[in-house]
């Protein structure tokens, strides 16, 4: 279940349906599918046949027209200019729209106005970060995440980088972490 953190504010939420509202008033999407049980070698068209009735109710509603499964491990190869790439502020041509199967990992959103928000998601988990919106990503500490992406178009998923360096404020370090 998701964690999210407002840390100008010292804030914490927990529970799904304050988090659900704080993300609404930020045009942030977020929802908790639940976890299915699934074989720990699950293929991506399994784990994409496990949660079609979602995924097709997400791809209706929010105009998506392909879906994949993108699984990162820490022995994923390049995988450290792969998080290179997505620490780093930046925005998309569309939607992010993520559901995590397995793993966790920490999304900092930047509203327009108002703090910067931190958001651990992890099984269960689907945050939409609209198109256009600041933000940035980081893997959890055993860096590990297996997660749907719905597209709008394939080709507009690439970053646009702020150069603001609003995330150097920030620490990449998931509560899950801390708590330990």
């Not at 784990?47 to 997400?58: C, G, K, N, S, V």
Request: charged share 25%; proline share 7%.
């Amino acid at each position: 279940m998701a964690v999210l953190t407002v840390p100008a504010e010292n804030r914490r939420l927990t529970a799904i349906a304050e988090m659900e509202a704080y993300l609404a008033q930020i045009e942030i999407g977020y929802a908790c599918w639940g976890v299915r049980s699934l074989p720990a070698e699950a293929t991506p068209e399994e784990i994409l046949a496990t949660y079609a009735p979602e995924i097709d109710q997400w791809k209706a509603a929010g105009g998506y027209v392909t879906a994949d499964v993108v699984d990162v491990k820490p022995d994923t190869p390049g995988l450290d200019a792969m998080l290179a790439k997505f620490s780093r502020e930046h925005w998309h041509a569309e939607d992010e729209v993520r559901f995590v199967v397995e793993g966790r990992g920490l999304f900092h959103i930047h509203p327009e106005t108002g703090p910067v928000v931190a958001v651990e998601v992890g099984p269960g988990d689907l945050l939409v970060v609209p198109q256009g919106t600041r933000h940035w990503f980081d893997l959890c500490g055993d860096r590990r995440i297996r997660a749907i992406r719905l597209f709008q178009d394939v080709s507009g998923w690439t970053p646009h980088y702020t150069e603001s360096g609003a995330e150097k404020g920030f620490q990449p370090l998931c509560l899950s972490e801390v708590a330990s």
